[in-house]
């Protein structure tokens, strides 16, 4: 089972910035927060992962609270083709990636 | 220069027939994997393989069989096909293991 909550659906603006939350309040020291995303009818992809600090790529930023129970990912100008649905998920390294439900983020123009 | 790729997208076929999907990577990687999607959207992984040799195997019927040629090819081979097979298969692989790379799926329809 996914070890973390994330609100079914969300809208944003196009050109806004889109902050996607995810709770994980059982998350261990050492596992990490990935995100991944599948626009519709292709294969998941990677976007980004942080363990402790705040991390930055060219698709997206990752901020995870000081206490790790919860992270939001943020795109920061959403266009039309970020409307997919995003996973967040915890890993240990050990285990299997778990996929969730996910967010389905719409982004409207 | 597509990373994963699958054949075929698309299959369809009746129920008990055996079929093959094939999976190819041209990323380096050592680890390749196979999962499903079922109509309900829940994505969930069947095999890992590592150089060749299985690593994860989930609760998956043993009509269910992955096979490795070499490093950069995981097929998946389904005996009996039942109509619950029915759903989107992806491959994918890594070199670490958290940051896989997919492939386009294959969509599954069996009647």
């Known amino acids: 089972d996914a070890k973390t909550t994330q609100p079914p659906s969300m809208d944003c603006a196009e050109g806004r910035a889109a902050n996607l939350p995810c709770n994980h309040s059982t998350i261990s020291g050492n596992e990490y927060v990935y995100w991944y995303r599948q626009i519709h009818s292709q294969g998941p992809q990677y976007i980004i992962h942080?363990?402790?600090n705040n991390e930055t790529n060219e698709m997206a930023s990752l901020i995870i609270t000081e206490d790790r129970k919860s992270s939001t990912l943020i795109l920061p100008h959403a266009t039309l083709r970020d409307t997919a649905v995003y996973y967040c998920i915890v890993y240990s390294g050990n285990t299997p990636l778990v996929f969730g439900k996910g967010t389905r983020l719409s982004v409207i123009a | 220069d597509t990373a994963v790729s699958q054949t075929p997208k698309y299959l369809v076929t009746q129920m008990g027939n055996d079929k093959s999907i094939k999976c190819e990577q041209n990323l380096g990687h050592d680890t390749m994997y196979w999962y499903k999607q079922d109509s309900k959207k829940f994505l969930k992984i069947m095999f890992s393989y590592n150089n060749k040799e299985l690593i994860i195997n989930e609760t998956v019927p043993n009509r269910f069989s992955p096979k490795s040629p070499d490093k950069a090819h995981l097929n998946l081979h389904i005996n009996s096909l039942e109509l619950g097979d029915s759903a989107v298969y992806f491959c994918a692989s890594s070199h670490t293991s958290a940051e896989q790379y997919f492939g386009p799926g294959t969509r599954l329809t069996v009647t």
């Open positions: 942080g363990l402790k």
